[in-house]
């Protein structure tokens, strides 16, 4: 039985402790005086992204299903959610199954797959599919996506999970027939100080909502929908991780240099998520609490309520990365494994390496590169109780 002694983050700070795992499962955790544990080497459990365009299909130029998952995995991140405005997007039965085929080949970390409605064809297929989500762009985005106008009450009435890409109005009323409804509603990227107000005064146990790191840490000078927001934005942002805003997740959405140099809206950013949110964290800028709520209870606490199997713990899946803190290091979009080798993180000085990834009990990625192990698989669903 493969065991670690090493200090794990958790809500109340880090503990060491000695993890054992038994096939693709954890199998004990013990609480250990630290004697074996390196002061500089975190385990952070099960961590996921929930808001990645893998591309692939007819844009290989700008991220492959491997590449994307590769970086994931050199970004720490053992699961992602794929995003489904690809060309062609993943907006009825025949292309999900496709696309399904093609994760289920390609992909090197564990993953879930959401769906496309953007008109009445499209609506009408995703009766017949369980994605994570249900994606509804009502705003403009890379492709043309854009729901149908009229659409929108509709697609809360299937009754299936919804993400939302939209400004505040758009914000409002998914709000609105989510409550009208009682359909989970996930708001994708908030980004305005007004725009969390907004949720905070409405959120119920069904109602979601994602900040991005570049969100969090940057504004203007670079090309993302929605906008970065100002420094009160960011404040506003920060202040509502883990209460409001229930995760941090990338928006990883990979362009190449010259579409970027034409204007192109995202980031490549799954590989730099992680250090830079325990950057935040061993500086201080944000509680274990806040970390440990937006890096993993609310990711988990998500999925699980789709009806997904994740998360760590006895028993759990033994998914988590090792990131060392010992040195502080400037960003290198041009070591990334994404197609995407620019950042606008570029040169900026963080604190945490990923050193390690393992999804299922195995080693996926270890010294700067993914292993031959790294083979991803969809989240199975949750077994339900007898
Ligand atoms: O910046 C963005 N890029 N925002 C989006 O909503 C879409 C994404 C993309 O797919 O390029
Ligand atoms: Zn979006
Ligand atoms: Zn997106």
């Given at each position: ?7 794990i983050?958790?809500?109340r ?6 993890i054992?795992?038994?096939?693709e ?27 990645v ?13 491997s590449?994307?998952?590769?970086a994931?995995l ?20 025949e ?5 399904l085929?093609?994760?289920?080949h ?10 496309c ?5 499209s ?27 009229g ?15 939209a ?6 009323e998914?709000?609105?027939y989510?409550?009208r ?15 969390v107000e907004?949720i905070?005064?409405?959120k ?12 969090l840490?940057?504004s ?7 906008p ?10 920060w202040a509502?991780?883990?209460?409001t805003?229930?995760?941090v ?9 010259e ?24 500086r201080g800028?944000i ?6 709520a937006v ?26 990365s ?18 995407a080798k620019h ?14 990834t ?6 996926f990625?270890?010294?700067g590169v ?17």
């Amino acid at each position: 039985m493969p065991q670690f002694n090493i200090n794990i983050a958790t809500g109340r700070g880090l503990f060491p402790v000695t993890i054992g795992f038994e096939g693709e499962r954890i199998d004990s955790i013990t609480y250990t005086d630290g004697a074996h544990a390196s002061p500089t080497r975190l385990l952070i459990p099960s961590p996921v992204d929930l808001h990645v365009h893998l591309r692939d299909f007819e844009q290989l130029q700008k991220e492959t299903v491997s590449s994307g998952t590769r970086a994931a995995l050199a970004g720490g991140i053992c699961a992602v959610a794929d995003m489904p405005n690809t060309v062609p997007p993943v907006a009825d039965r025949e292309t999900y199954e496709r696309r399904l085929e093609l994760m289920s080949h390609d992909a090197a970390c564990d993953f879930v797959l959401n769906f496309c409605v953007d008109d009445k064809y499209s609506l009408s297929q995703a009766a017949s599919v369980d994605p994570f989500f249900i994606k509804v762009f009502l705003g403009e985005t890379t492709g043309s996506y854009v729901l149908e106008k009229g659409l929108l009450e509709n697609v809360f009435m299937l009754r299936k999970p919804v993400a939302i890409h939209a400004d505040i109005e758009g914000m409002r009323e998914a709000i609105k027939y989510s409550k009208r409804y009682e359909t989970p509603l996930h708001i994708c990227h908030v980004s305005r100080r007004e725009e969390v107000e907004l949720i905070a005064r409405h959120k119920d146990e069904r109602i979601t909502c994602e900040a991005t790191p570049h969100h969090l840490f940057l504004s203007g000078g670079y090309t993302v929908k929605p906008p970065l927001g100002n420094v009160n934005d960011r404040d506003a942002l920060w202040a509502a991780l883990g209460t409001t805003i229930d995760i941090v997740a990338s928006d990883h959405a990979p362009h190449t240099l010259e579409e970027k140099e034409h204007g192109a809206f995202g980031i490549s950013g799954v590989e730099t998520m992680l250090p830079l949110m325990v950057t935040a964290l061993v500086r201080g800028e944000i509680s274990f609490k806040q970390f440990y709520a937006v890096m993993h209870e609310n990711p988990k606490r998500i999925l699980r309520s789709h009806g997904f199997e994740f998360g760590f713990g006895i028993g759990g899946r033994a998914d988590f990365s090792i990131v060392d803190t010992s040195e502080t290091y400037a960003i290198d979009p041009t070591t990334f494994h994404s197609k995407a080798k620019h950042s606008p993180f570029s040169g900026m000085e963080v604190e945490a390496r990923v050193v390690e990834t393992w999804v299922r009990g195995k080693r996926f990625f270890t010294n700067g590169v993914c292993t031959n192990e790294a083979r991803g698989a969809p989240i199975p669903a949750l077994s339900k109780e007898p």
